[in-house]
């Protein structure tokens, strides 16, 4: 998935208002930010197949950033770091568990090639990339709702708030539609650099939230820092 995990993301302000939108995207995107690092390092491998299914991309390994084990892991260590931070309980376990999220998301639509834990022989997925109407039909409305819910969860406070927050939903859903007619990236390598400029968006929308202000908490805005 990909805007799918944003709209987990945009959805989890109503459970934890006082966290950030860009720790919460952060936390839902954690598995595919370190993805292209191991790429780099040469710790996990892709191979470009065009044709594959709706993505050109066949995961060969990635055991580190994407097995079931492994996303409990780094949930729990993000989790952890953050509420050592924050002292914000329920919004380290939001964040935890949105890390886990992204895993049982990308099950749904991944082919089976989602290891349980590193060097397990037992792989998940259901495959729903085989079907490109399926595919959009699922992240368009999880992302509609995850949408919604932020935005009736928060008010802008300025025209930062507003205009820089649907200046982001507007490139995430041109950013989705273009990975379904641009060509294949010309190698793994270039991949790899081209994913790691997603480090930016949790920036993006915790400039854009820190604009904004939660309902829940009256009105007030939470914190000015990466909370």
């Known amino acids: 998935m990909v805007i799918g995990h944003y709209a987990v ?7 934890a208002p006082r966290t950030s939108l ?8 954690l598995l595919d930010l370190l993805w292209p690092i191991f790429l780099l390092l040469g710790w996990e491998h892709v191979r470009i197949t065009p044709g594959n299914t709706t993505t050109p991309l ?3 390994d ?11 892991g780094w949930g729990v260590v993000l989790g952890l770091g ?9 919004g380290a376990l939001v964040v935890g568990a949105l890390v886990v999220s992204h895993w049982v998301l990308d099950a749904i639509v991944h082919r089976p090639d989602l290891p349980l834990y590193p060097g397990s022989a037992t792989y998940v997925g259901l495959s729903v990339w085989n079907s490109l109407a399926a595919t959009v039909a699922i992240e368009g409305v ?10 009736t969860a ?11 927050l649907w200046a982001f939903v507007l490139f995430a859903l041109v950013i989705y539609a273009s990975n379904f007619a641009s060509p294949p990236p010309s ?21 854009a939230d820190r604009h904004r202000a939660a309902v829940e908490d009256g009105g007030v805005p939470a914190t000015a820092s990466m909370r």
């Open 62 to 72: 990635y055991p580190i950033s994407h097995s079931l084990l492994a996303a409990v």
């Open 22 to 29: 860009g720790m919460l995207i952060a936390a839902a995107t």
């Open 187 to 207: 190698s793994t390598r270039a991949l790899a650099w081209f994913a790691m400029t997603a480090w930016l968006l949790p920036l993006w929308t915790w400039w």
């Open 9 to 15: 993301a945009f959805a989890s302000k109503r459970a």
């Open 82 to 90: 953050y509420w050592a931070i924050t002292r914000y309980r329920t």
């Open 154 to 164: 928060t008010r802008a406070r300025d025209g930062v708030g507003r205009y820089a």
């Open 58 to 60: 066949a995961f060969i």
């Open 142 to 151: 999880m992302f509609a709702i995850g949408v919604w819910m932020y935005v």
